[in-house]
């Protein structure tokens, strides 16, 4: 009898994650297993949809390696566990996933997704559908693992971009704030303002005084009086919620959007002289082509995934701990995102260099902690 299991990527796409399906089907394949893809997350399973399933030879995947998106599609609304139907009524599709999976005779899924996917997947695997996790994010905020794929990529876009604003920022003397992606977690913020020179980084995990950040870019004068100053969706000035957008369509649901204009504005209410320009990097840093470390990245994990289907270890997370994949269980410790935390090597790293981190700045101790 053919053995056969499925992969699916849910929630939002990021740069790798055709490298994963395709490791995920050459591996298989060479283990003798067929891969059904399933299309926008799990909707592919529930009948009226308009996603559906498809049987992937190598074929299919293999020039995929640098490619953007996700040949299968993906959603950050198909939670089959809590389904909202056409009529906005929110139903629990769940039983339904785990009896077409069945019925493709498929052994499990691998699940390439961040948090929400994961959870979603620990709770199939309780009715009986097993699960592989994969872990991809730009936001890099997934438990249990050093790094997400996509990452990478998603840095490498706002460090160029940092790049890009820095000439122009001192032709002008501006300020120039660059909002980044990052919910919960300021890792892109960080990584990318580091790596692009940033005077201030402002990051969800530490609430940021705008009087201290004015203070810091204020202070620069002369010929290099420019700043740019980096701003993660999820920063905010203590007692203050991150601001939301509601966007044009998708029923009118508010999102995550204008962290960078609201520290402008404040900055604005402290620097009254200043020139200051916002730019919002948005969903560039989502897509495209992967940076050769997301790509091999996303390539062993999908490997190991697709072994560890072969081998029954179901219920698994693949995981990253440098230099090796480990297969390390599956449990509701992952719905916790893994948080940048302020006082971490890392953030003593950007204050001991002078970086604003919104806060004032602790002495540098003698020895950083590790
Ligand atoms: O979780 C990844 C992420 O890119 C977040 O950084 C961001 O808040 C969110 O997805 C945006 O989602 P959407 O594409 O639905 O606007």
Not at 111 to 135: F, H, N, S, Y
Not at 250 to 279: F, K, N, S, Y
């Amino acid at each position: 009898m053919t053995r056969r299991i499925g992969i699916s990527t849910g929630g939002g796409d990021c740069p790798a994650l055709n490298a994963a399906i395709r490791a995920v089907v050459l591996r298989a394949h060479a283990l003798g297993i067929e891969v059904v893809g399933i299309e926008d997350g799990l909707s592919g399973l529930l009948a009226g949809t308009g996603a559906g399933t498809r049987t992937l030879a190598p074929a299919d995947v293999e020039d995929l390696v640098g490619e953007g998106g996700t040949i299968l599609g993906t959603t950050n609304r198909g939670n089959p566990l809590a389904f909202s139907g056409p009529d906005g009524a929110v139903v629990d599709r769940g039983d339904e996933v785990v009896a077409a999976a069945r019925g493709l005779g498929l052994e499990g899924i691998v699940l390439a997704g961040g948090d929400g996917t994961q959870a979603i997947g620990l709770a199939l695997m309780a009715r009986g559908l097993p699960v592989v996790g994969l872990p991809k994010t730009i936001d890099n905020d997934l438990a249990h693992t050093h790094t997400t794929f996509g990452f990478a990529t998603a840095v490498a876009v706002a460090t160029e971009a940092l790049d890009r604003l820095r000439t122009t920022a001192e032709s002008h003397a501006r300020i120039m704030v660059l909002e980044v992606m990052g919910r919960s977690a300021g890792w892109i913020a960080l990584e990318a303002g580091i790596a692009g020179g940033a005077h201030a980084i402002l990051i969800p995990e530490i609430p940021y005084d705008p009087v201290v950040v004015a203070e810091a870019v204020g202070r620069r004068g002369g010929r290099r009086s420019f700043s740019l100053v980096v701003v993660a969706e999820g920063a905010h000035p203590p007692g203050e919620a991150p601001p939301r957008h509601v966007w044009p369509g998708g029923r009118g649901r508010a999102a995550l959007g204008g962290a960078g204009m609201r520290c402008a504005a404040l900055l604005a209410e402290h620097l009254p002289d200043r020139e200051i320009r916002v730019t919002v990097l948005g969903h560039v840093q989502r897509g495209g082509t992967p940076t050769a470390f997301d790509r091999l990245l996303a390539t062993r994990l999908g490997a190991e995934a697709a072994q560890a289907a072969h081998e029954g270890d179901w219920g698994t997370l693949m995981s990253w701990d440098p230099p090796v994949v480990r297969r390390i269980p599956l449990d509701p410790s992952i719905r916790t995102p893994r948080r940048v935390d302020p006082d971490s090597q890392l953030v003593r790293h950007a204050e001991s260099l002078g970086i604003c981190l919104g806060r004032p700045p602790a002495p540098t101790p003698a020895s950083m902690p590790e």
